[in-house]
T-cell receptor, first 117, second 115 residues
Framework: GAVVSQHPSWVICKSGTSVKIECRSLDFQATTMFWYRQFPKQSLMLMATSNEGSKATYEQGVEKDKFLINHASLTLSTLTVTSAHPEDSSFYIC?????????????FGPGTRLTVL | AQSVAQPEDQVNVAEGNPLTVKCTYSVSGNPYLFWYVQYPNRGLQFLLKYITGDNLVKGSYGFEAEFNKSQTSFHLKKPSALVSDSALYFCAVRDMYSSASKIIFGSGTRLSIRP
């Protein structure tokens, strides 16, 4: 168990459009999900912590109005990149914290590659 | 501040030879340490973790890591490398000041195994 999926796996969009990325925990309930972005050959940078039923907590320097996060259910969190620009092109990865899992283990999705033209 | 450091951007090893990917940590209190592997255009896969207990932790795909408190290190090792082990490896530590189970990642080490 403990599978996390992301949809889409890749997306190409025009500058100025909005893109929604879904993160789902398939076989467990996730009260907390995390969103990361990863630039080529770099590490994962935490963008925000998404809590079911409440507002997301954003890391310093991350624009909450640009990266909208919604965690409407215990199995789904969405990240919407609003008015995307080429500099938003990146690999976005979500993870889910499984309640009751040993020692705060996070389970990662396969990632979504966003390319903004 | 809590952190993990991976001093090597890249490690090159011949197939069949032992490999080591280095990681050092800086945390207050007892650390929760992790190793993850990332293949191209994929998410992270969990390899192993150290919470407490034996200093030698065994994980997936034949990997193991040794927790060394005096040297504040958690190096990843494998006795005999495979070409398929070529990937990006991340050391990570749980953010002990976070109530939200946040993880802090190292900068990553690219492991390249030559045939």
């Amino acid at each position: 168990g403990a599978v996390v999926s992301q949809h889409p796996s890749w997306v190409i969009c025009k500058s100025g459009t909005s893109v929604k990325i879904e993160c789902r925990s398939l076989d467990f309930q996730a009260t907390t999900m995390f969103w990361y972005r990863q630039f080529p050959k770099q590490s994962l940078m935490l963008m925000a912590t998404s809590n079911e039923g409440s507002k997301a907590t954003y890391e310093q320097g991350v624009e909450k109005d640009k990266f909208l996060i919604n965690h409407a259910s215990l199995t789904l969190s969405t990240l919407t990149v609003t008015s995307a620009h080429p500099e938003d092109s990146s690999f976005y990865i979500c993870s889910a914290y499984k309640a009751g899992a040993a020692y705060n283990e996070q389970f990662f999705g396969p990632g979504t590659r966003l390319t903004v033209l | 501040a809590q952190s993990v450091a991976q001093p090597e951007d890249q490690v090159n090893v011949a197939e069949g030879n032992p490999l080591t990917v280095k990681c050092t940590y800086s945390v207050s209190g007892n650390p929760y340490l992790f190793w993850y592997v990332q293949y191209p255009n994929r998410g992270l896969q969990f390899l192993l973790k150290y919470i407490t207990g034996d200093n030698l932790v065994k994980g997936s795909y034949g990997f193991e890591a040794e927790f060394n408190k005096s040297q504040t290190s958690f190096h990843l090792k494998k006795p005999s490398a495979l070409v398929s082990d070529s990937a990006l490896y991340f050391c990570a530590v749980r953010d002990m000041y976070s109530s939200a189970s946040k993880i802090i990642f190292g900068s990553g080490t690219r492991l390249s195994i030559r045939p």
